[in-house]
């Protein structure tokens, strides 16, 4: 081992306090500290020589075989530091989630090897991206930050998927700050904010004099993403003739802005992202089927906030401390509000939740904030009703008889209408304060109580 590592590099080793270990280019393990040893209950010379797959993974195959993000191909690719979440096994061959930071380490004759320290990520802890805001450390929220890490390795496009309010924009910076155009402009657009007409003037822009009061030339948004990433989000709600327009500048990188000539090139990366199901509005006509499969190189589902329970206390804390932060004096939750927040399914998800703390943190006593301040949708007493909200009487005793049978009689829509309904009776019919919590635009709640009759 003396011949192949350097003392400086063996004493690196040594003083690690978390499991360390130095691999070559063949995946070999040719150094180990005793904290990594005692991890997979093995003795230094069980280590030294092994694959470190078989070691870690209990696996034949590279970790990048069985679809991981791998360290060692990254490093030994780029000779840069290279972080991911994998799942190993113990010494008891029981899994566990870890950190892996891999770093370029030079051993004799300046030959390179991978450095890898692991950190364990245990259950009580969270995993915090805090200039992004993810936090988590449940099973399916660090599988989802592992697909995002691979996915922004790839320069292919990206669909991500999941209800209303998980954080589809936040995964979008997540993987743009990972990727290679991370020095380049994320540029967002909220498909279901833009009138039809103002579709091609946003994506392309516009010369001057291109219609009526028109002054000057506007840089349209893949002119501004052009060697970044553009994110565009609902984009299930894109018109058809656009879907026409977007497909055409995908697959040849051209376009014009309305009322040029000049045929300008764009080299943009897009993620989208959508609550719908495509591949129904695909079989409707409402999306086109060659634009989905041009966007969806990569699809991933970012699971709700009920998938994901045990991490509503982490949230919940950020989410209090980051809003108390800002101006509001510093609030603490009890065990009690935990517990009544993790008892609530968050059809608004991640959204809902900070709606919620909003109004807490507004309510609290002394700092603390209790059981009695965490108001879920489904305890706000219903108003008497009047002329202007007998139009959601209906929908709203189908979902509480539905809450009531715990039955499926009534079908998904007219669950849906009963919950918007419910969020107009506790908001007071403020449309903003039920579109925040539904975690979709104004527009597109507009259209949803035009289809229910609530408007």
């Given amino acids: 081992m003396k011949n192949i590592i350097t003392p400086e590099v063996q004493s690196l080793i040594d003083v690690q306090e978390n499991p360390f270990v130095l691999i ?23 280590v030294v020589g092994r694959p470190c797959h078989e070691v870690s993974h209990l696996s034949a195959v590279p970790c990048h075989l069985n679809g991981e993000d791998c360290p060692h191909q990254e490093v030994f690719r780029t000779g840069r530091m290279h972080e991911v979440i994998h799942t ?22 300046q030959k390179l090897y991978l450095g890898e320290a692991v950190f364990r990520i245990a259950s009580t802890d969270e995993l915090v991206c805090t200039e992004m805001q993810m936090i988590g450390s449940s099973p399916v929220f660090l599988a989802c930050l592992d697909h995002l890490t691979r996915a922004a390795g790839s320069d292919a496009a990206v669909l991500l998927l999941g209800e209303s309010g998980v954080g589809k924009e936040l995964a979008a910076q997540y993987i743009h700050k990972r990727s290679s155009r991370n020095k380049q402009p994320l540029i967002v657009l909220n498909c279901a904010s833009i009138a039809v007409d103002m579709f091609e003037d946003e994506l392309f822009g516009h010369e001057r004099g291109a219609f009526t009061g028109c002054i000057g030339r506007k840089q349209g948004l893949f002119e501004l993403a052009d060697k970044g990433i553009l994110f ?23 376009f014009r802005r309305i009322g040029g ?52 206390p982490l949230l919940a804390h950020a989410m209090v401390k980051r809003i108390t932060r800002v101006g509001a004096p510093h609030c603490k939750l009890t065990q009690e509000a935990l517990k009544k927040l993790q008892s609530y399914s968050f059809p608004g998800n991640i959204r809902e939740l900070k709606n919620i703390l909003l109004k807490a943190i507004a309510e609290s006593n002394n700092g603390v904030i209790s ?3 965490i108001h879920l949708s ?14 959601i009487e209906k929908p709203l005793s189908l979902l509480q008889q539905a809450d009531e049978e715990n039955t499926s009689h009534a079908s998904i829509a007219e669950v849906e209408a009963g919950h918007i309904a419910k969020l107009l009776l506790s908001y007071n019919g403020h449309r903003r304060n039920v579109a925040d919590t539904l975690g979709i635009s104004e527009r597109t709640l507009y259209r949803k109580l035009k289809r229910y009759n609530l408007a």
């Fill in 371 to 373: 059981a009695s301040n």
């Fill in 261 to 312: 000539t000049e045929i300008l090139r764009a080299d943009v990366r897009l993620i989208s992202a959508t609550n719908n199901n495509l591949l129904k509005k695909v079989e409707n006509g409402e999306f086109r089927h060659d634009l989905y499969y041009r966007i969806a190189g990569i699809d991933l589902h970012l699971p709700s906030l009920k998938e994901r329970n045990s991490d509503i």
């Fill in 24 to 46: 070559d280019e063949n995946y070999q393990i040719v150094a180990a500290n005793r904290a990594y040893c005692e991890n997979y209950g093995m003795d230094l010379s069980q």
């Fill in 232 to 254: 565009l989000d609902e984009i299930g709600d894109m018109p058809l003739f656009m879907q026409a327009k977007l497909l055409r500048v995908l697959e040849s990188g051209e």
């Fill in 378 to 391: 489904q305890e706000i007493k219903r108003p008497e009703i009047t002329q202007a909200n007998t139009a």
């Fill in 88 to 109: 190993h096994f113990d010494s008891n061959n029981r899994a566990e989630h870890v950190r892996i930071k891999g770093h370029p380490i030079r051993g004799a004759n």
